[in-house]
């Protein structure tokens, strides 16, 4: 029951900040992706909800990650120049602070890296706190991506 009352403050609070999933701006359609925790989902439509070990748009590269971090929603849309900006809420699940770093590597049509991937940046997560990271890409060539999550170094 919190999970359900929980999703859809968050799609609430997503379509109030960045829009329908069906609408379109400026620079083209903004698609909310709602990304589920291992064993949630129930029967909501594979084109929009995804299972985190499911899915090639979330890597958790660590047990330690897997574990501690929990991605609820990914924001994606074109922007008006073209280039692919994705917003990535990721959540910490535990109660005590953690270090994580994240990146994205975009890809092409065809599903291959567009050798513009950021480096890692650290996100600082508190107790049980949620932040968002953005990427944008650096050319126009993107239409997918991936997001990388590893502990600290």
Do not use: H
Not at 73 to 78: D, N
């Amino acid at each position: 029951m919190k999970s359900g009352i929980m999703m859809a403050l968050v799609l609430a609070g997503a379509m109030a900040w960045g829009g329908c999933a069906s609408s379109s701006g400026p620079g083209g359609p903004t698609r909310f992706v709602v990304v589920s925790p291992a064993g949630g989902g129930g029967g909501a439509s594979r084109s929009t909800t995804y299972e985190v070990q499911e899915t090639d748009k979330i890597a958790l590269l660590d047990k330690g990650v897997r574990q501690s971090v929990y991605i609820p929603s990914v924001l994606e849309r074109v922007l008006e120049d073209g280039r692919m900006e994705v917003v990535a809420n990721v959540k910490n699940r535990l109660n005590r602070r953690i270090e994580v770093q994240v990146s994205c590597v975009f890809k092409d049509e065809t599903g291959f890296a567009l050798n513009d991937e950021d480096t890692f940046r650290t996100l600082i997560l508190t107790e049980n706190i949620e932040e968002a990271a953005r990427f944008v890409s650096l050319n126009d060539r993107a239409r997918s991506y991936t997001i990388r999550i590893r502990q600290a170094r």
